[in-house]
T-cell receptor, first 111, second 109 residues
Framework: DTAVSQTPKYLVTQMGNDKSIKCEQN?????MYWYKQDSKKFLKIMFS???????INETVPNRFSPKSPDKAHLNLHINSLELGDSAVYFC??????????FGPGTRLTVL | GQSLEQPSEVTAVEGAIVQINCTYQ??????LSWYQQHDGGAPTFLSY????GLEETGRFSSFLSRSDSYGYLLLQELQMKDSASYFC??????????FGGGTRLMVKP
């Protein structure tokens, strides 16, 4: 019955590797998001998709590429991982925008 | 650009009332949302104010004054489980939420 799910929950990898995080929502929402939360808990939007179309791309390096195969899924692929990419990544979905439902987060550690 | 200011930390005792303030500067303002996040958990939605005034949901209330670019979250009858970080977030014409830095609330017995 999980509303917004993400896999994996933890990801530990070496600098330079490529990794993906998957997100799925079963709430029927049209809009999905990716956020990055750094070690100081600052939460910043990265991308937003509405019904599979990219609508927000917030000055994120092009090493980050979101993909939405359908409106229930929004995946995040990261190329050439850097130390500064270490953070918790949250996926979210929303029917309205101001009320967002967050997934459990993926803690990415780049060594 | 956009900016939101909220206190970094607040401490209160069980059963008390605490108010977490948020001031913002943004263009194309639609409203102010509040989210709660426990350590190791995900942010969860608490409330949204699109109009001036007070919105009440159980022990939690949220207030907005658009003319003052100011809002607050009021938590009553504090419980230990309310210890968490609380984020205000501006919803604006760019159709996105911009979050403040968060206020860490510690509730003591």
């Amino acid at each position: 019955d999980t509303a917004v799910s993400q896999t994996p929950k933890y990801l530990v990898t070496q600098m330079g590797n490529d990794k993906s995080i998957k997100c799925e929502q079963n709430l029927g929402h049209d809009t999905m998001y990716w956020y990055k939360q750094d070690s100081k808990k600052f939460l910043k939007i990265m991308f937003s998709y509405n019904n599979k179309e990219l609508i927000i791309n917030e000055t994120v390096p092009n090493r980050f590429s979101p993909k939405s195969p359908d409106k229930a899924h929004l995946n995040l692929h990261i190329n050439s991982l850097e130390l500064g990419d270490s953070a918790v990544y949250f996926c979210a979905s929303s029917p309205t925008g101001n009320e967002q439902f967050f997934g459990p987060g993926t803690r990415l550690t780049v060594l | 650009g956009q900016s939101l200011e909220q206190p970094s930390e607040v401490t209160a005792v069980e059963g008390a009332i605490v108010q977490i303030n948020c001031t913002y500067q943004t263009s194309g303002f639609y409203g102010l949302s509040w989210y709660q996040q426990h350590d190791g958990g995900a942010p969860t939605f608490l409330s949204y104010n699109g109009l001036d005034g007070l919105e009440e949901t159980g022990r939690f209330s949220s207030f907005l004054s658009r003319s003052d670019s100011y809002g607050y979250l009021l938590l009553q009858e504090l419980q230990m489980k309310d210890s968490a970080s609380y984020f205000c977030a501006v919803w604006n014409a760019g159709n996105m939420l911009t979050f403040g830095g968060g206020t860490r609330l510690m509730v003591k017995p």
